[in-house]
């Protein structure tokens, strides 16, 4: 079965600092892309960040980067010199084979000044 | 470019009721998709559309919820007879499917249902 995992369901983080959010997935597609998006209290999702199964390199947008390591089947997410607009619900999501997103139950990042 | 948009992005409703809320996608995005967020969860799918048709739908989508997009723009998602399970943030989100290029979902800001 295919399944997205986020094992922190919160993080304090001081302002300035980087902060790495996990992210697992499993999945038997041969072809695979996993996504980070990020939730303000307001609600809309903010697509921040994309990796492609077959991508060579780690993505970068920014001050984000996805640390992909395929063998271990992880996509962390990392903010570089992190801001208080920062502060939101972050979730990985992995697109299967029928276009369905699958979603993470997410990580709330909160960044104290 | 104005993203997607959706209405209400609020609705109070009493059980038993209907209501029906709109999705407007961005525009020449060929593909809309609709999710139900419940509160510390993720999104879960609820069904698509690849311009006007609608291609798959989660076995969440019961027969009192119904979703349309009549002439492959705007989409409406309508639920019958609702139940308090049914209080979830609603999300909807379009993409531009191009063959051999990544598809990016892109998010509205969600429609919020509360049944009492």
């Known amino acids: 079965a295919q399944k997205i995992t986020q094992t922190q369901p919160g993080m304090f983080v001081q302002e300035k600092e980087a902060v790495t959010l996990d992210c697992t997935y499993d999945t038997s597609d041969p072809s695979y892309g996993l996504f980070w998006y990020k939730q303000p209290s307001s609600g809309e999702m903010i697509f921040l960040i994309y990796?492609?199964?077959?991508d060579q390199q780690n993505a970068t947008e920014g001050r984000y980067s996805l640390n992909f390591q395929k063998a271990r089947k992880s996509a962390n997410l990392v903010i570089s010199a992190s801001q208080l607009g920062d502060s939101a619900m972050y979730f990985c999501?992995?697109?299967?084979?029928?276009?369905?997103?699958?979603w993470g139950a997410g990580t709330k990042l909160i960044i104290k000044p | 470019d104005t993203g997607v948009s959706q209405d209400p992005r609020h609705k109070i409703t009493k059980r038993g009721q209907n209501v029906t809320f709109r999705c407007d996608p961005i525009?020449?995005?060929?593909?809309l998709y609709w999710y139900r967020q419940t509160l510390g969860q993720g999104p879960e799918f609820l069904t698509y559309f690849q311009n006007e048709a609608q291609l798959e739908k989660s076995r969440l989508l019961s027969d009192r919820f119904s979703a349309e997009r009549p002439k492959g723009s705007f989409s409406t998602l309508e639920i019958q007879r609702t139940e308090q399970g049914d209080s979830a943030m609603y999300l909807c989100?379009?993409?531009?499917?191009?063959?051999?290029?990544?598809?990016?979902?892109?998010f509205g800001p969600g429609t919020r249902l509360l049944v009492l």
């Open positions: 525009s020449e995005h060929n593909r």
């Open positions: 989100a379009s993409s531009l499917v191009l063959a051999g290029e990544q598809e990016t979902q892109y």
């Open positions: 990796q492609g199964s077959y």
């Open positions: 999501a992995m697109e299967n084979s029928n276009y369905q997103l699958i």
